[in-house]
C-alpha cells in the first residue's frame, strides 16, 4: 500500500463553497484518479504533495503519517520527497532547461549556474533526449520537450513517488499519443508509486492499475475498481 | 557653466539616489505586504500610501511640516531628543522626495508580486525549497524587472520633485537647491542664461534615466511561460 489519505477541507469564501472529502487507498503502483474538472481532483494531489493544508483527517504514505490532524503532523512539501508534474508544467521561464532540472538539487538561495548540475544533470539530460536543448529556456523548445522537462525536473532527486496533474491536457492529439507511450515506458522502468489525475478517458486505459472516481469532492468507487477501495466518502456538506 | 550648476546637479543626484534607495527598500516590501497577504485595512492602506500620487504637492509639503517640522508631533521629538532637524536640510529633500515619488515603486512592485505565478513557487517548494529559497530563487527573480521599472520612475520623480521639497527643504543654494527649483529661481531672478543650462542638464539627465528604464525593465514585456 503507497497512500492511504482520508481528508476533508472546504474551500472558497461565503458566496462559493466546495467541500472536499475524501478517503481513498492506493495499493496498486499506478493510481488514477478520473473525474470531470472542478470535481476536486487538484485539491487531492495538492494535499497529497502537501501544497494544500486539509481541515482536518490524514494522509499516510508507506506507514508514514505525512498528515495528521489529531496528532498535529504536517510535513512541509519539501520534506515528502515527491515528485509533482504540474499540468502546464510550471517550468522557470528564466531559466535554461539544464538549470531548470538542476534546480532541486541545491536547496540554498541561488539558483544552479548554467553549467551545474554535474553528472547526475548530463545523465538525465541524455535520458530525455534533451542535450540538444540544455542550453534554451522553455519558451523555445516544442511541447514535447517541455514535458520531458518538468518530468526530469521532477525526477532528478529519486522521489519516492510521482504525482501527475493531468499530464497530457497541455498537448495535441498527436504528440498526446506519443507522451503517454514515452510516460508508460519511464513508469515502467523507474517502478515508483505513481498517483495520476485526469478527466480524459484515454488516461485510465493506459495507466490505470487502480482506478479511483472523484465527483463533486468525495471519491467512490466504479463498478470495476479493486476491492481495496473504500466505500464513498461523506457526502454530506 | 560655473560651479555652482554642478554643485545643483550633485545635490540633486544625491537626494534623488537616497530617496530611490530608500523607496526600493520600502516599496518593494509594502508591495509585496499588499500583493501576498490578506489583512484588515489593505486596500485603506494601499490608498493612502497611493495619496502622494494624486495630491498636490504643496499640500503634501504642508503634511510633511506638520510632521517633521520642529514643532511637528515627530519633528519635536526628534528635536528634543537627538537634536535633529530636518527643516531646510537636505535630509529633509530626501524625505520629501521619498513621500511624492513612494507611489510609483509601491504600484509597480505590488503589480510584480501579484504577477508571479503562485504554481512557480509551488513547484520550488515540492523540488525541496524552505521559504526563503523560493522568495529569493523564484519571487524576486520573476518580479524584479517591474520592481526595477518603479524604482527607476522613482528616480525620475525625484530628480525633478518640486513643491515639496521646497516647503520642507527651502531653496538653500549649495545645501537645499536641487536643479528644479534653481530653475525657478533662475527664472525669477531674470538669469536666462542659468536657467537656460540647468533646463537642459535636466532634460538630459531625465532622457538617460528613462532610456535606462526602457532598456533594463520593458514595461510591455509579455510574460514568457
Known sequence: ?237 | MNSAVWITLALTLKVATWATGINLLLGAAMGWLLARKRFIGRELIDAVLTLPFVLPPTVLGYYLLVVIGKRGWLGSWLYQTFGINLIFTWQGAVIAATVVAFPLVLKSARAAFEAVDPQLEQAARVLGLGEWGVFFRVTVPMAWPGILAGTLLVFARSLGEFGATLMVAGSIPGRTQTLSIAVYEAVQAGQDSVANSLVVITSITCVVVLLTAGRLAPFRTAPVR
Open chain 1, 1 to 237: 500500500m503507497s497512500f492511504d489519505v482520508d481528508i476533508s477541507k472546504l474551500v472558497g469564501d461565503n458566496r462559493r463553497r466546495f467541500r472536499l472529502s475524501v478517503r481513498f487507498r492506493t495499493p496498486a503502483r499506478r493510481t488514477v484518479i478520473y473525474g470531470p474538472s472542478g470535481a476536486g481532483k487538484s485539491l487531492t494531489l495538492q494535499a497529497l504533495a502537501g501544497l494544500l493544508k486539509p481541515d482536518s483527517g490524514r494522509i499516510t504514505f508507506c506507514d508514514q503519517a505525512l498528515y495528521d490532524s489529531v496528532a498535529r503532523v504536517d510535513v512541509p512539501a519539501r520534506g515528502r520527497g515527491f515528485g509533482y508534474l504540474f499540468q502546464d508544467y510550471a517550468l522557470f521561464p528564466k531559466l535554461t532547461v539544464r538549470q531548470n532540472i538542476a534546480f532541486g538539487l541545491l536547496t540554498g538561495l541561488r539558483n544552479p549556474s548554467e553549467r551545474g548540475g554535474g553528472e547526475v544533470v548530463d545523465r538525465s539530460l541524455r535520458a530525455f533526449e534533451l542535450v540538444d536543448v540544455a542550453a534554451q529556456r522553455p519558451s523555445e523548445i516544442s511541447g514535447g520537450q517541455r514535458q520531458r522537462v518538468a518530468l526530469a525536473r521532477a525526477l532528478v532527486n529519486s522521489p519516492r513517488a510521482l504525482l501527475l496533474d493531468e499530464p497530457f491536457s497541455a498537448l495535441d492529439p498527436e504528440l498526446r499519443h506519443r507522451m503517454r507511450t514515452e510516460l508508460d515506458e519511464l513508469l515502467k522502468r523507474i517502478g515508483i508509486p505513481v498517483v495520476m489525475i485526469t478527466h480524459d478517458p484515454e488516461d485510465l486505459k493506459w495507466f490505470g492499475d487502480g482506478a479511483l472516481y472523484i465527483r463533486d469532492g468525495s471519491i467512490s468507487e466504479r463498478p470495476t475498481v479493486p476491492a481495496d477501495v473504500f466505500a464513498p466518502g461523506m457526502q454530506e456538506v
